[in-house]
């Protein structure tokens, strides 16, 4: 986006007005305190601070959702890992009532797309989504509000975030912290904003893989035995080693998928 582009977002943000508004009132001039709010926005652009979080939103699967700096920005590669989801909700159409569980739900963009998805699609379902943050979870709620959407927010440490009640699920998914020491050098320089928490989780590690080993050693009881799965977003890097992890935790292997670009992203595992 050209800086007159963004010049422009930035008028429109804090004269909330629209766009074509500032065409035929080019000539207006400013009060000191909307200057001020147009320098420092331009500022922390300048400072490479993310659109979204100057913003405060960002777009995902056609949906606008409320961003800050206590949440991942939600990336289009994590679409797979939506379709997918709703790909099992299909499979299960017939089923009374569909048990959907989102571990780590961040800004709560993935559950809520999946929630208004499956409302499309008539299917009937019960979403239950976790954080151990308690500002991210903050912020999905403001989305489940926004998008007029029923989950179940919990906050604590992936499974033990909720009482044994509560299991087990027919589905459930997580995008978890996934980035290892080595990989650190390929990310980009926007990420340096966005919390270290949900980049590299809890317990960082050289691999990466201490989130998805947390999520993977505790799974037993948490998802249906006879049809139940989990599908787990991952580093482009790491296919090798989670097959691995699902063997040592003796769990099925049920298929990878890959995204646009032919990387393998999302894995689905059984119990």
């Not at 989950?151 to 509560?166: E, F, K, P, Q, S």
């Not at 990387?263 to 595992?269: G, Y």
């Amino acid at each position: 986006m050209s800086k007159k582009k963004i010049l422009a977002r930035i008028i429109s943000f804090i004269l909330k007005k629209p766009s074509h508004w500032l065409f035929v009132n080019e000539n207006r001039e400013f009060t000191k305190s909307q200057y001020e709010k147009i320098s420092g926005c331009l500022k922390l652009f300048q400072y490479g601070l993310p659109q979204a979080y100057i913003f405060g939103k960002t777009e995902f699967y056609s949906r606008e959702f409320i961003v800050s700096e206590d949440v991942l920005i939600p990336r289009c590669d994590s679409e797979l890992i939506v379709k997918e989801t709703l790909h099992e909700v299909q499979k299960r159409k017939n089923k009374k009532q569909i048990k959907i569980l989102e571990l780590g739900t961040g800004s709560g963009a993935l559950i809520i797309t999946v929630a208004k998805e499956c409302k499309n699609l008539g299917i009937s379902c019960v979403f239950t989504a976790t954080d151990i943050s308690k500002d991210a979870l903050a912020i999905a709620k403001k989305n489940v509000i926004l998008h007029d959407v029923s989950v179940d927010l919990h906050i604590g440490d992936w499974w033990d975030a909720l009482d044994v009640t509560r299991y087990p699920f027919d589905i459930v998914f997580s995008n978890p912290p996934y980035v290892g020491a080595a990989e650190r050098r390929f990310l980009s320089k926007n990420t340096r904003f966005e919390p270290k928490l949900a980049l590299y989780g809890q317990y960082q590690s050289k691999s990466g893989l201490a989130s998805i080993n947390e999520i993977l050693s505790k799974i037993d009881g948490k998802i249906c035995a006879s049809s139940g799965l989990i599908l787990i977003e991952h580093g482009f890097n790491q296919q090798r080693e989670i097959k691995s992890l699902i063997k040592e935790k003796h769990l099925n292997f049920l298929e990878q998928y890959y995204d646009l670009s032919g990387i393998p992203r999302v894995v689905k595992i059984g119990v």
